[in-house]
C-alpha cells in the first residue's frame, strides 16, 4: 500500500544549527509533496509544496528537496529557533481524491 | 477573519452514547474532511466531501457519519459501533479535492479531542 514515512525520533538540535528532516514514500510516485507545522493540541498548518519536476524549493529559512530516485523529500530549517520547535508532518495526494500524511517528525530547538 | 472552527476543543464520551463534533468553514471551501489522529500515527482520513449533499468514506469510516446540508459545516457524529474513539479529531477544508491547481493545502481546524470514559 501507499505509505509516507518519517523518522519518528525527535530531533533535538541546537539554536542556529540547519534541522534536517527526512519524508520517504514507497509504493507510488506522487506528483507533489507537502509539508505541515504542527504545534501541540492544535491542527497543521501548511507550509511548503514541491512538485515532482523541482529539485528545489525555498521559502524564507525553509529549504525543500525532492528526489524522485531516493524517493525522498528533505525537510531544512537553517538559523533555527527555539519557536522552530514544532512536529512536522509530510503529506502526499495518492491518486483520487485521498492525501495522506506521515506521522510526523517532533523537532526540538534548544536555545 | 476567515478560518475554521471546530467545537468542543475536550469531549468527553461514555461508552454507548452517540457525539457529534462540529466542524464550520467561511473559507467558501467545496471540499471538506475529517481526520483522527492518534499518538506515533499520521492523520487517517474518515471522510471526504467534495460538495453540499456528496460525502464519501475514507479510509476508517466505520463507526462514524457525516452530513453535508451545507457548504458551511461538516458535523461528524461518533457511534456507539465504533469501538476505540478516543483520539484527537481534525476538520480540514480545501478550494477543491487534490489535485487541483495552486498548494492544494487543507486548512486545519484547531481539533477535538474526544475521551472516553
Known amino acids: 500500500s501507499q505509505k509516507i514515512e518519517q523518522n519518528s525520533e525527535a530531533l533535538n538540535i541546537q539554536e542556529g544549527k540547519t534541522a534536517t528532516l527526512t519524508c520517504n514514500y514507497t509504493n507510488y510516485s506522487p506528483a507533489y509533496l507537502q509539508w505541515y507545522r504542527q504545534d501541540p493540541g492544535r491542527g497543521p498548518v501548511f507550509l511548503l509544496l514541491?512538485?515532482?519536476?523541482?529539485k528545489e524549493k525555498r521559502k524564507e529559512r525553509l529549504k525543500v528537496t525532492f528526489d524522485t530516485t531516493l524517493k525522498q523529500s528533505l525537510f531544512h530549517i537553517t538559523a533555527s529557533q527555539p519557536a522552530d520547535s514544532a512536529t512536522y508532518l509530510c503529506?502526499?495526494?495518492?491518486?483520487?481524491?485521498?492525501?495522506?500524511f506521515g506521522a510526523g517528525t517532533r523537532l526540538f530547538v534548544k536555545a | 477573519d476567515g478560518g475554521i472552527t471546530q467545537s468542543p476543543k475536550y469531549l468527553f464520551r461514555k461508552e454507548g452514547q452517540n457525539v457529534t463534533l462540529s466542524c464550520e468553514q467561511n473559507l467558501n471551501h467545496d471540499a471538506m474532511y475529517w481526520y483522527r489522529q492518534d499518538p506515533g500515527q499520521g492523520l487517517r482520513l474518515i471522510y471526504y466531501?467534495?460538495?453540499?449533499?456528496?460525502?464519501q468514506k475514507g479510509d476508517i469510516a466505520e463507526g462514524y457519519s457525516v452530513s453535508r446540508e451545507k457548504k458551511e459545516s461538516f458535523p461528524l457524529t461518533v457511534t456507539s459501533a465504533q469501538k476505540n474513539p478516543t483520539a484527537f479529531y481534525l476538520c480540514a477544508s480545501s478550494p477543491h479535492l487534490p489535485p487541483s491547481g495552486g498548494n492544494n493545502e487543507q486548512f486545519f481546524g484547531p481539533g477535538t479531542r474526544l475521551t472516553v470514559l
Open positions: 514541491i512538485r515532482e519536476n523541482e
Open positions: 503529506a502526499s495526494h495518492t491518486g483520487g481524491f485521498k492525501t495522506i
Open positions: 466531501s467534495q460538495i453540499v449533499n456528496d460525502f
